[in-house]
């Protein structure tokens, strides 16, 4: 039986989605907000409706913007303190996140996953074996530029694969 939503909806989609992704753009994104990784418990349910891996990464963005706008909001005193700073730091992780959504649109979905899992299983790694954490404090002028790349690939790492 046809009903009147499937005009407006892809084939694939079912009533049962519904809830599916609520709930766990609810949970991951509440997660996401306050210790970060809510893309590990939403993309798994946008995959399970049936959303191609693109369309999945795409929508988890999308998703995941209202949670950053909230962190930025949260914490307006100190990006107004450092306007100069975090305007500096947009450009390459604008850059990068243009650059991150073309590769999302011209790579086959089984060329992603395969990056998906390595980079996953890199970053836990790296995550897991690093003892020195960089304190923000002492930054060099130097290290700056360095700073610069590490954003611009982070910007296209998020809008490519946003796993984490």
Same mark, same amino acid.
């Given at each position: 039986?046809?009903?009147?939503?499937?005009?407006?909806? +892809?084939?694939?989609?079912?009533? #049962?989605?519904? +809830?599916?992704?609520?709930?766990?753009?609810?949970?991951?994104?509440?997660f996401g907000a306050i210790v970060g990784g809510g893309s590990i418990l939403t993309m798994p349910a946008l995959l399970l409706t049936g959303l191609p891996l693109q369309a999945a990464i795409a929508t988890d963005n999308?998703?995941?913007?209202?949670?950053?706008?909230?962190?930025?909001?949260?914490?307006?005193?100190?990006?107004?303190?450092? *306007? *100069?700073?975090?305007?500096?730091?947009?450009? +390459?992780?604008?850059?990068?996140?243009?650059?991150?959504? #073309?590769?999302?649109?011209?790579?086959?979905?089984?060329?992603?996953?395969?990056?998906?899992?390595?980079?996953?299983?890199?970053?836990?790694?790296?995550?897991?074996?690093?003892? *020195?954490?960089?304190? +923000?404090?002492?930054?060099?002028?130097?290290?700056?530029?360095?700073?610069?790349?590490?954003?611009?690939?982070?910007?296209?790492?998020?809008?490519?694969?946003?796993?984490?």
């Amino acid at each position: 039986m046809l009903h009147y939503y499937h005009a407006f909806l +892809p084939p694939h989609f079912h009533l #049962w989605n519904i +809830p599916v992704i609520f709930f766990a753009g609810l949970v991951g994104e509440s997660f996401g907000a306050i210790v970060g990784g809510g893309s590990i418990l939403t993309m798994p349910a946008l995959l399970l409706t049936g959303l191609p891996l693109q369309a999945a990464i795409a929508t988890d963005n999308a998703g995941s913007l209202a949670t950053e706008v909230g962190i930025v909001s949260e914490t307006y005193q100190k990006v107004v303190a450092n *306007k *100069k700073l975090v305007f500096l730091m947009a450009i +390459p992780l604008t850059l990068g996140g243009v650059i991150g959504t #073309w590769l999302l649109l011209t790579i086959p979905g089984t060329v992603i996953r395969y990056l998906m899992v390595t980079t996953v299983i890199f970053v836990v790694g790296h995550s897991y074996l690093s003892k *020195k954490k960089p304190d +923000p404090k002492n930054i060099s002028k130097a290290s700056y530029t360095l700073l610069m790349g590490f954003l611009f690939l982070i910007g296209i790492y998020s809008n490519f694969m946003a796993a984490g």
